[in-house]
């Protein structure tokens, strides 16, 4: 089955200092990968989504890059972290397209930025 | 803009009522609907999909969806306090999936 592994669960990090968080995918091959972000009370904002190695689409321009260097590999990273990072950020991933494919969910990262 | 638009609530309902959320969405081109549960501080997990116009069940759940309307709702029978949550509704839209902010629902015992 597949499993979906994503890392650290929480992290405090001070203004202007990079972030690297990570996620990985088990038991799937070629999956579409994608970076969400969800502010306190607000909704789940896409913020990238890869559909192969090396491929990746911007849905918001912001400080924040994603890089994809392995099929099942996602990270998302910042030189330099502003306030308004903070959030809740969950990876997902999902089966090549189809009527009835899911996004599944890793637990997140609860980040603190201060 | 790809808008997915729900009532944020919040919603309460008593133990064993009948809980409706609504949503729709502004793309007509979207080609799956889903809906999410999401407890406080947790991820998402999904509760159904959809994609055809009608109704679809699945035990006390049911999903329907008019996409002449761009509609789409999830109706909880006889729901239970461990249905409190944030319900978030989802649309595929291409490779990327548009979620709406979510309503959150309380069941009361």
């Known amino acids: 089955s597949q499993t979906i592994h994503q890392w650290p669960a929480t992290l405090v990090q001070p203004v202007g200092s990079p972030l690297s968080l990570e996620c990985t995918v088990e038991?799937?091959?070629?999956?579409?990968l994608y970076w969400y972000r969800q502010a306190a009370g607000r909704g789940l904002q896409l913020l990238f989504y890869s559909v192969g190695i090396g491929q990746i689409s911007s849905e918001v321009p912001q400080n924040l890059s994603a890089s994809r260097p392995q099929d099942r590999q996602f990270i998302l990273s910042s030189k330099k972290l502003l306030l308004s990072d903070s959030g809740f950020y969950l990876c997902?991933?999902?089966?090549?397209?189809?009527?009835?494919?899911?996004?599944?969910f890793g637990q997140g990262t609860r980040l603190t930025v201060v | 803009q790809k808008e997915v638009e729900q009532n944020s609530g919040p919603l309460s309902v008593p133990e064993g009522a009948i809980a409706s959320l609504n949503c729709t969405y502004s793309d007509r081109g979207s080609q799956s609907f889903f809906w999410y549960r999401q407890y406080s501080g947790k991820s998402p997990e999904l509760i159904m999909f959809?994609?055809?116009?009608g109704d679809k069940e699945d035990g006390r759940f049911t999903a329907q969806l008019n996409k002449a309307s761009q509609y789409v709702s999830l109706l909880i029978r006889d729901s239970q306090p461990s249905d409190s949550a944030t319900y978030l509704c989802a649309v595929l839209l291409g490779n990327q999936f548009y979620f709406g902010t979510g309503t959150s629902l309380t069941v009361i015992p």
């Open positions: 959809i994609y055809s116009n």
């Open positions: 038991g799937t091959s070629n999956p579409n």
């Open positions: 997902a991933w999902s089966e090549v397209l189809g009527m009835n494919t899911e996004a599944f």
